[in-house]
């Protein structure tokens, strides 16, 4: 799964990207500035995303109204966070994990 990650300090993002990896999903990083090409990357960024994850407290007001936006237009689904540590993280990787057995073992 692609994830995209909008918003933040980006101090854990090697550690972020790791666990995303080891749990066998892709991580995508934007700042959610929206200057310049900022809007047209962010929107390549949900547009590559099978969820998106925005964080609401590191991030712009138009970021994060932008982000929200696109992910409904673009049908994206998106957690919506005011923080987002590195063990918040991992319970969403661990409820993903266990929403995708779920799916293997009824299909």
Known sequence: MRITWIGGLDRNQAQLERMALQ??????FHTG???GRGAAEL???IER???VIVLTDVNSHGGVLLA???C?????????????GASRFQQL???LAQRESRYLATG
């Open 49 to 51: 995303a099978d969820l």
């Open 93 to 95: 990787l661990d409820a």
């Open 72 to 84: 409904q237009k673009l049908g994206r689904a998106a957690f919506m966070a005011r923080r987002c």
């Open 33 to 35: 500035n929206t200057g």
């Open 43 to 45: 929107r390549a960024a």
């Open 68 to 70: 929200k936006k696109l």
């Open 23 to 28: 749990a066998g999903h892709h991580l995508e």
